[in-house]
């Protein structure tokens, strides 16, 4: 693995995020205040955030679960093809960084820009990477199957 960025074990980013189901249950929401205002009983209201919140805990926990199946696939995949070093020191990370250039790999993975660009390539190769950019240089590169999954 490359290295972390922060103390281990924090969280960078909220995994948990209510405000999709909110936005898609926004009616409700908004008639659930309404009747807090009206009756000053918080019950209904607060059982109805509760079951937002385990609704997109599930969904979080199938996410998790789907992110860690597709890493260990795609580290089985590797090794099956003998792929080795930075390219799967790369992999291992894409779950946390899914758009990658040459240069953030070579900084998280303490390794030149050459050894970057050169396991880049190989994990292009094989469908795991794609190019983003369309550009020579200051290319993005992009694990869309993490992508897909983060964003269903």
Request: with cysteine.
């Amino acid at each position: 693995m490359c290295i972390a960025d922060g103390p281990e074990g924090e969280l960078r980013v909220p995994i948990l995020s209510l405000s999709p189901w909110l936005e898609a249950h926004r009616t409700e929401y908004q008639e659930h205040l309404f009747n807090v205002s009206v009756t000053g009983d918080f019950n209904p209201w607060i059982e109805f955030l509760c079951h937002g919140v385990l609704v997109q805990a599930r969904r979080g926990i199938e996410k998790i679960d789907a992110l860690h199946d597709w890493r260990q696939a795609t580290l089985a995949r590797l090794r099956e093809e003998r792929i080795k070093g930075v390219a799967v020191q790369i992999a291992e990370d894409l779950i946390g960084y899914p758009m990658i250039t040459p240069t953030l790999a070579a900084k998280r993975c303490r390794v030149t820009y050459p050894a970057a660009n050169t396991a880049i390539r190989v994990l292009t190769e094989h469908a795991i990477l794609e190019e983003r950019s369309g550009r020579r240089h200051g290319r993005v590169f992009a694990a869309n199957e993490v992508i897909r999954i983060i964003n269903n």
